[in-house]
């Protein structure tokens, strides 16, 4: 809860945007369904969509696998190629975490971010691609996994 509470403080979201959900483990979590945008030195480079929007840019900062976050993994993908001159040919799991993504969540957790609450299901994806689009993301693929 903690940071919600900064969240809050730092005018990025608002109560009346959050709702109870309860946990499997019956922990009762403020969250909110909507969009997040990651901007760096103001340009938008991520478009994402989540039912529960902290949560998320929680696994995308300080997950500990390669399965938590797509973006940084594709991030990953990018930073190994600038720092070896090669694409990485493996799959997703032979990526070293430590290395390669490590640096790119430190990264993230420096980055502005806009978020935006949704609770329309079809306006949530709709809007999701629409900005992708007018913002042109680079790092949005709408490709299935």
Not at 62 to 82: A, Q
């Amino acid at each position: 809860m903690a940071a919600t509470k900064k969240l809050f403080a730092d005018g990025r979201i608002k109560s009346e945007w959050l709702r109870d959900y309860k946990t499997k483990k019956g922990k009762i979590k403020k969250v909110f369904k909507g969009l997040y945008i990651f901007i760096n030195d103001n340009s938008p480079f991520y478009v994402a969509i989540s039912k529960g929007v902290i949560g998320r840019l929680f696994q995308h900062t300080k997950g500990h696998n390669l399965n938590n976050s797509t973006l940084t993994y594709n991030i990953g993908l990018i930073r190994h190629e600038f720092l070896t001159g090669q694409k990485h040919t493996g799959d997703r799991k032979e990526l070293n975490f430590k290395t390669e993504v490590e640096p790119v969540k430190e990264f993230l957790l420096l980055q502005k971010i806009a978020s935006l609450p949704i609770d329309n299901h079809e306006e949530l994806y709709l809007f999701e691609i629409f900005y992708s689009l007018k913002l042109q993301t680079f790092l949005n693929k709408f490709e299935t996994h």
